[in-house]
């Protein structure tokens, strides 16, 4: 058949209404199914970056946190101290006496007499602090990688979104949050 020879259209049989209600059917069917796979993949490829966007910029926060720990760190640290030049010496006053050498002018302290009361108050606040500070070399073992970033003035929110996002429950990672900030 030859690309500039017309077709008769008239000469031909049409197709008929249930062939062609099945085929347009079809059509659709097929192309919506298709078009559902589409999106579905789509979507589930959006969530997979959200989720690893997100975890950059957990992640980005904390290397932030760190880097401004460590330049707080390098300013607070002191500056070689030179040696100070030592002052002649005064000379003493005619007629005073150098004060002898070895013996201590000052007295020795002395100890006053402790309350029952007050002496088991603080007996129960040594016994509590060492129940904390049991309590918190526990965690310490445990959730080190978290507490330590804390302990470098890493955000609290950053910890607590890794934390969160690794399924840990609210109440361990406000326990976390609260002996990594304890004396910042």
Sequence with gaps: MDMTEEVDYY???PISRPKLVTLLNTFIVETSAFVNRF????????????????NLSNELGILESK????????????????????????????????PPSGTDPVP????PEIDPAVAAAEQARLEEEARQAAEEEALMEEFGSFIRPLQLRVPPQAVRAQMEGLGFPPETVDKVIAVGTRGL
């Excluded at 999106?39 to 997100?54: K, P």
């Excluded at 720990?69 to 006053?93: E, H, L, M, N, Y």
């Excluded at 020795?108 to 100890?111: F, L």
């Design 108 to 111: 020795a302290p002395v100890e």
């Design 11 to 13: 000469a031909h049989e």
């Design 67 to 98: 880097l401004e720990s460590v330049k707080d760190i390098q300013a607070s640290q002191p500056k070689p101290v030179q040696q100070a030049q030592t002052a002649p010496a005064q000379p003493q006053a005619a007629g005073s006496i150098p």
């Design 39 to 54: 999106a579905d993949s789509c979507e589930s490829s959006l969530q997979d970056m959200s989720v690893r966007i997100t």
